[in-house]
């Protein structure tokens, strides 16, 4: 990439090789990006990641498949829940359990609400990379009042393990469901109040059009999933297209982009939000009675085969790939498809020829977790 | 046991052999009236005992057969799992296998790519998989191609982008070289680190890397039971 | 340009409507919680600390099987005693330990656990688990853990009470017994 | 003792010292209100622990600065790196001395101003002198050694320099509208015109508002210590007592700025209105608060408002920064100086 002006600089040019992380304020976590600047113009931008490398695929192959599941809370730590469905509905197509309705309904539920609490963190980091302080603190109180809930039902806030294979371990607490609804009725209100701050005004709006703009055809190469290919203008959504649970049964749209930059990719986000919202009302309404656990033996055996699902987790596709050899109890090789990690592999070509304000706007808009990253 | 805490009622440390045996008898036999008389009657599938799926030729898959087409020789093997076609390509003609169902058959869309370690398998240690996704009908497809362990592959960085870091991922965990990748260079561990962690001969607790390493200190008395302590009696 | 987006552009009203919402939240409500004077409840099914009840405990070693990280250590001997005539065998519990400076608190021991109530649970309602020593003192051997004796020194953290032993994470904890700290 | 020393030499000093203690103060309580006002805008409560309510925070904060190692990076020049937060603290305690905080009045037949200095170019002054400060935050962006120093100092000279200009034409207005340069003067002036001169020179006003945040490197124009991108800017490697000076200095710049928006456009200590609000039953009463109460009011709402800027706005981008500065405000600064000049033309004759 090259720096657009003059053909021949009228001064030696020299680059200057920064090292941006892995202890930074905006990075994220542990993330390291070694760029070449040309003044405050990006010329090359590589990531560097595995600083939070914890082998969790390894562990996995030495643990029984429902000890796996406390650890999948631990790849993506903001957004546990899609951890936990993603594996246990992978291990339900692996052994052919199929899940009571009011247990798939609970899940949509739990998965919907992390969906909110994800998105709440990225809308909060991203404003602050940004520049903008106060939203952090506006949506890390609804998320706080999602975490409530989550507490509630299973006894932890952040690393839920709140699934099990076969369903749930936990009926619900008295009067969840109200809470959940009057929290769910709420929330819009709220997501207006994060849009004042930031949808039109000028400065946000200056700093995100046109900022990490990744094409149509781009994005398919370099496999982008979830809220960074809706942005740029693909509908495509995992619930829509493979669904999972009882996705069929709810109606909602699938928001995309048409400018396929930063702040289309903000739009798409705060939009699913609302949809979110909407999937909530709809699961609430109909979550039927009865069983919460399919009739699954104690200790699960597998067949041999491979097999792999996946989940619309907030960040894009997380699937598992499960090798498992007959009648084994814990999985032969279990491989997670992080879509943070394939997300940032689309770094440098949103970022190359831009400013160096701008990778932040991108590293916020691509939402990574490096704990998913780096496994 | 301190005399200041209420003694455990002997009666429920008292472990009657006979009468225990007696007992899972007669609960076994209780279950299995009750089975009997469940089975009888209609049930949903989540009070049924799951049925695991089951391996099916997928030979007549019209992917599979446009393959066999173009590029003889090509393919392996195919196997129907779980809702998904498995086609084992030989390694060498990967790429071409990739280009083409990239460029004849729409799969544009790498979803995931690994590897999977058998190292007593005699075909070759090791499965590299491919998972890829065509948009106009949503279908996927899993390729399988076997290298063993000195062998190379070509990359398929240059068909998908998205194969890049997955490659290179690939190489950093299990050693497998791809060919023509643009920068294969180690991606979670650091350069120079010794060994491939997800090889099953890697030990899971870890290799001494020359960082230091912090030892779990137990109270004396403490800590994991060592095997010729002995697991109880 | 039409006039009302010229006069859009000069006047900045969505710039002086952030300003209004930030401005009218200096008269909101707070959300802060002044921590050590005032604490957050945590709900029943909390998992915090450990309990333990020797007295329930079957010695069957599913916890310790359940445990994805291998933190709890069971020792146990077989003693034949004669009771009433009988001869019977007794299994005597030597050892329970629980690593919990490298627990997760992912609640699959409770979940394992065969008995009813639970012999080992996580639903102890406090989450002040912080001390300057992690090896003794977040190593917790069965006396530690059935008394809960040193975890009652972290400062703030209330006694156990009687009616805070439920074994099951389903049942009902009373929010009335359970000393009142403020919560806000 | 004989009345020119008295004149020239004591009363100076104690005013200096004066001066430097209430500007300080007000300075350190400054950080105080920042992080009080930006909590209450956040939903939370903001320093409450040291001192009730946290009142005396700015000194626990100040003591703890004072005892913290004083580190110098390897491979800094280190005389450049030491006098940098000097060069910027300086001038921005220097600029005070011509700020008129109130009008005249008398002690022991003595007549006494509540400023230290009226000299005839007092604006001049204060420009020239600004513009030094932004020489140490360049040295200390420079010699820190670290390349997120480096850009920070850049991006703040490169700021500075851009946003003089259009400020510059902004005080211009203000001068063609009061005919002199001195501050006492301008205050006067908007006495006798009666009215602020905000009023006639709005356009002016915002301009020099908006060139008076980014001159401070405040949001949204913070960009030179945007921690998002360049860790803390210009004073990342700066600990201890050297980083006070530097955040000493920025809440000082904000103050001069604030103090010259109320003398130039804001009638100085003059209450509102006193033309319009003559004969009311409101005037004697504004006219009895003292002119320094009226003056700090005023000043403490533009503070007031710097920290609203902060808990809303996002940053710019560098470049957009400079679009700002050169494609609007300094096309809009020269037009305002026109119209302002035809204006004053047109009505003084």
Redesign the interface.
Same mark, same amino acid.
């Given at each position: 990439m090259t720096m657009k002006g003059p053909e021949r600089p009228l001064f030696d040019v020299e680059e200057?090789e920064?090292s941006f992380g892995p202890q930074?304020? *905006?990075t994220h976590g542990v993330l390291r990006v070694q760029m070449k600047l040309d003044g405050?113009r990006i010329v090359e931008a590589k990531p560097i990641? $595995?600083y939070l490398?914890r $082998?969790t695929? @390894?562990?996995f192959?030495?643990?029984t498949f !429902? *000890?796996?599941? !406390?650890?999948t809370?631990?790849l993506d730590y903001v957004n546990a829940a899609h951890n936990n469905q993603g594996f246990c509905v992978t291990m339900e @197509?692996?052994?052919?359990?199929?899940? =009571?309705p009011r247990a798939a309904y609970l899940r949509m539920i739990l998965a919907e609400l992390q969906r909110l609490a994800s998105h709440l963190v990225w809308f909060a980091t991203h404003?602050?990379?940004?520049?903008?302080?106060?939203p /952090? /603190? %506006?949506t890390f109180?609804e998320r706080?009042d999602i975490l409530?809930l989550f507490?509630? %039902?299973?006894?932890?806030r952040l690393?839920l393990?709140c699934m099990k294979i076969?369903?749930l371990?936990?009926?619900l =607490?008295?009067g969840w469901l109200d809470r959940c609804a009057e929290f769910v009725d709420a929330f819009p209100s709220h997501i207006d109040?994060y849009e004042?701050?930031?949808t039109?005004?000028?400065?946000?709006k @200056?700093?995100t059009i046109g900022v990490g703009v990744i094409s149509p055809e781009?994005a398919?190469?370099?496999?982008l999933t979830g809220p960074p290919l809706r942005g740029s203008g693909?509908e495509?959504d995992i619930r829509k297209? /493979?669904p999972y649970d009882r996705y069929d049964e709810v109606e909602f749209d699938v928001p995309t982009g048409t400018n396929c930059d930063t702040y289309d990719r903000y739009l798409v986000r705060v939009e699913e939000m609302r949809q979110s919202t909407r999937i909530l009302r709809q699961c609430l309404e109909k979550l039927p009675e009865g !069983?919460i656990m399919? @009739? *699954? =033996?104690k200790v699960l055996r597998?067949?041999?085969?491979?097999?792999?699902g996946?989940v619309e987790s907030p960040k894009g596709?997380l699937?598992y790939?499960i090798?498992a050899t007959e009648n084994g109890t814990e999985p032969? #090789?279990c #491989?997670v #498809?992080p879509p943070s /990690?394939?997300n940032l592999?689309?770094l440098p070509k949103m970022v190359e020829g831009s400013?160096?304000?701008?990778?932040?706007a991108v590293i916020g808009t691509l939402d990574i977790v490096l704990g998913e990253i780096? #496994? | 046991m301190s005399d200041d805490k209420p003694t455990p009622n002997i009666d429920d440390l008292v472990i009657d052999v006979e009468a225990e045996k007696a007992a899972k008898i007669a609960a076994a036999k209780a279950a299995a009236a009750k089975k009997a008389a469940e089975e009888a009657s209609p049930k949903d599938p989540w009070e049924e005992k799951p049925v695991p799926p089951v391996h099916s030729d997928a030979a007549d898959d019209d992917d599979v057969t446009a393959l066999n087409g173009a590029l003889e020789g090509s393919v392996v093997g195919a196997d129907h799992f779980a809702g998904a076609v498995t086609v084992t390509v030989r390694a060498e003609k990967i790429l071409d296998v990739c280009r083409f169902l990239k460029e004849e058959r729409d799969y544009d869309f790498l979803v995931d790519q690994t590897a999977v370690d058998w190292p007593e398998r005699e075909e070759g240690r090791f499965d590299l998989i491919y998972w890829l996704h065509r948009y106009s009908d949503s279908k996927r497809l899993r390729l399988r191609a076997i290298v063993g362990e000195d062998q190379t592959l070509e990359s398929v960085a240059p068909v998908w982008g998205a194969a890049n870091w997955m490659e290179r991922e690939v190489y950093d965990l299990f050693g497998v070289v791809f060919e023509n990748h643009p920068g294969l260079e180690r991606i979670l561990t650091w350069e120079g680190f010794n060994g491939h962690p997800l090889r099953k001969d890697f030990p899971v607790e870890g290799i001494d890397t020359g960082a230091a390493i912090y030892p779990d200190v137990y109270p004396s008395g403490g800590g994991p039971i060592q095997p010729d302590e002995g697991e109880g009696a | 340009m039409s006039v009302k987006d010229f006069l859009s552009t000069l006047l900045m009203p969505e710039l002086f409507k952030g300003m209004a919402l930030t401005g009218g939240y200096l008269f909101r409500k707070k959300e802060t919680v002044q921590y050590p004077e005032k604490r957050l409840k945590p709900q029943d099914r909390f998992r915090g600390m450990f309990g333990y009840s020797l007295e329930r405990c079957i010695d069957c070693h599913l916890c310790a099987k359940a445990c994805p990280i291998d933190i709890i250590y069971i020792r146990d001997h077989v003693e034949v005693e004669e009771i009433d005539g009988k001869k019977k065998k007794l299994k005597v519990i030597d050892r329970y330990d629980i690593d919990v400076k490298r627990c997760m608190f992912c609640g699959l021991c409770e979940e394992a656990c065969p008995t009813e109530p639970k012999a080992i649970w996580l639903t102890t309602l406090s989450y002040e688990g912080s001390t300057y020593e992690r090896n003794e003192e977040l190593y917790f051997d069965k006396e530690r853990l059935e008394s809960w004796e040193g975890f009652n020194a972290f400062p703030g953290v209330p006694a156990p009470i009687d009616g805070q032993v439920p074994g099951d994470a389903l049942k009902k904890i009373s929010k009335a017994e359970t000393p009142e700290e403020g919560a806000a | 003792m004989p009345e020119p020393i008295l004149q020239l030499l004591l009363i100076p000093l104690v005013k200096i010292v004066v001066l430097l203690v209430v500007v300080l103060l007000i300075v350190a309580y400054l950080t105080y209100a920042e992080r009080k006002i930006l909590g209450y805008m956040q939903v939370r409560l903001g320093p409450n622990r040291v001192g009730p309510k946290g009142w005396l925070q700015p000194v626990a904060d100040g003591l703890k600065l004072l005892v913290k190692e004083d580190l110098v990076p390897g491979g800094a020049e280190k005389l450049v790196f030491i006098i940098a937060p000097a060069i910027v603290m300086v001038p921005a305690l220097v600029m005070f001395a011509v700020i008129p905080f109130g009008e005249p009045f008398e002690v022991a037949g003595m007549t006494i101003t509540p400023y230290l200095a009226d000299i005839n170019i007092a604006l001049l002054f204060i420009l020239g002198v600004s513009s030094v400060g932004v020489f140490g935050i360049m040295l200390g962006g420079w010699s820190s050694n670290n390349k997120f120093s480096l850009m920070g100092g850049l991006r703040s000279a490169a700021q500075m320099v851009s946003y003089e200009i259009p400020m510059g034409f902004a005080i211009i207005s203000a001068v063609l509208m009061a005919g002199t340069l001195s501050m006492v003067g301008i205050v006067e002036a908007q006495r006798t015109a009666g009215w602020w001169f905000v009023f006639p020179g709005i356009l002016g006003f915002g301009i020099y508002w908006i060139c008076g945040i980014a001159e401070t490197n405040r949001n949204p124009f913070d960009l030179p210590e945007a921690e998002a991108e360049l860790v803390a800017g210009f004073h990342t490697e700066y600990s201890g007592m050297k980083f006070a000076l530097f955040y000493l200095a920025e809440y000082a710049n904000m103050m001069i700025v604030s103090a010259m928006a109320v003398v130039m456009f804001l009638g100085g200590w003059l209450p509102p209105f006193p033309n319009l609000l003559a004969g009311l039953w409101a005037s004697p009463a504004l006219a009895w608060i003292p002119g320094v109460i009226w003056f700090l009011a005023k000043m403490s709402f533009f503070l007031f408002c710097y920290i609203w800027f902060r808990g809303t706005f996002p940053r710019y981008r560098f470049d957009q920064l400079m679009a700002v500065g050169w494609k609007w405000l300094l096309p809009l600064s020269l037009a305002n100086v026109m119209l302002v000049g035809l204006g004053v033309l047109l009505l003084k004759g």
């Open positions: 200057m920064v930074h304020p *905006a405050e990641i $595995g490398h $082998g695929e @390894k562990l192959e030495t643990m !429902p *000890a796996c599941i !406390p650890h809370d631990r @197509k692996l052994l052919g359990i199929s899940i =009571p404003a602050v990379d940004i520049g903008a302080i106060t /952090f /603190f %506006y109180r706080d409530d507490e509630e %039902y299973c006894g932890a690393t393990n076969g369903g371990p936990f009926e =607490p008295e109040e004042t701050l930031l039109t005004n000028r400065i946000w @200056k700093r781009d398919i190469d370099m496999g693909i495509w297209v /493979f !069983p399919a @009739k *699954a =033996p597998s067949p041999e085969g491979m097999v792999y996946s596709e699937g790939f090798v032969y #090789r #491989r #498809r /990690f394939v592999q689309s400013l160096v304000a701008d990778l932040m780096d #496994r | - | - | -």
